[in-house]
């Protein structure tokens, strides 16, 4: 198979002042930033389905790129040669981890043995490609929400006979992942929701989702999984309400029913701000709780309610990702681009420059958490934000070892207390900008 990309060189760090289109300029992956190097900070993740497949269809129009890469849509020839364009452009890009669905690397078959044997031949194929490199799976999936069948769910569905059928791709999909050596096991409910409550059984639902995420770990496990299972919370779209609301909805879930230990969080920043948080918001709440596993690095649009996943551009954003992400000791999985190139951004170039763009953005993103952390006026005034309680009623309060009684006894004493120190907003807005900008 001949190269897809031959017109577009390795691309390499060339630094700030680089001109050049196809280099890097603050992407430097031997770079030490607090003593791990960008790479092992950053490890980056191609989508299949976007990279490889998105070609700018929308609901008005057709598509405008071509990613047929010279084969029939539809054939496996088209799916192989998907894995050597994939290759070649992790390859070039230095991009050392990839991401799929079933459905990305094959076509699905009427008859679901032949999707399976399908899987079985592609896995073979990319398994061959994998050797003397060092690209790896980050995490796979099922897609359980592009065909009819799931209309009312996968886990949530109505039907048991399309219930096992989610099981069989869910078995099958951890099957391919743990071939591949992959990191994780990502589960994202597209249709695990709802559209009429009136119609729904909100509570059979979500045990019947419980308990087929028990029975993939169970099965995860038992051949040899040793990854995290990842919730991927979205509030909606393509359902009006989607079980998996956001962060602290889907580790409530995951704590009532018993599937804590096993799962952690794949955060994606255009789902977060969907459920009308921030990026920061969502990574600190699962981070807090012990269940910060992997990013699904993207943007959306402030003006448009929907899933945009846009390559992340936004330098801001990106470095109070990364000051939560450093905050929190990193990740244990990885940063996945589920981003994709606007529709008239259609050739070969644009997928370059769209990674180009996505991988400086979030190394800018570390190397300023890092400055803001170095430079400790932030840490220091939160530390002395809360240094009240660390003596006296306050430090008895944090040991708990006092009691309302004496609280209120402390109170009527004091008989009226000073108001809290300043928050300091407008301040700190100003350190991190100075921090930024400097
Ligand atoms: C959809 C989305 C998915 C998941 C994997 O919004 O983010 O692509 O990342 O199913
Ligand atoms: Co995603």
Known sequence: MGEFFSAIPEIKYEGKNSTNPFAFKYYDKDRKIMGKTMEEHLPFAMAWWHNLGANGVDMFGQGTADKSFGQAPGTMEHAKAKVDAGFEFMKKLGIKYFCFHDIDLVPEADDINETNRRLDEISDYILEKMKGTDIKCLWGTANMFGNPRYMNGAGSTNSADVYCFAAAQVKKALDITVKLGGRGYVF?????????????????????????????????????????????????????????????????????????????????ANHATLAQHTFEHELRVSAINGMLGSIDANQGDPLLGWDTDEFPCNVYDATLAMYEVLKSGGLTGGFNFDSKNRRPSYTYEDMFHAFILGMDTFALGLIKAAELIEDGRIDNFVKEKYSSFQEGIGKKIRDKSTTLQECSDYALKMKKPELPGSGRQEYLEAVLNNVLFK
């Open 188 to 268: 994202w409910g597209g249709r695990e929701g709802y559209e009429f409550l009136l119609n729904t059984d909100m509570k059979f639902e979500q045990e019947n989702i419980a308990n087929l995420m028990h029975m993939a770990v169970d099965y995860g496990r038992s051949i040899g999984f040793k990854g995290d299972f990842y919730i991927e919370p979205k509030p909606k779209e393509p359902m009006k309400h989607q079980y998996d609301f956001d962060a602290a909805t889907a580790i409530g879930f995951l704590r009532q029913y018993g599937l804590d230990k096993d799962f952690k969080m794949n955060i994606e």
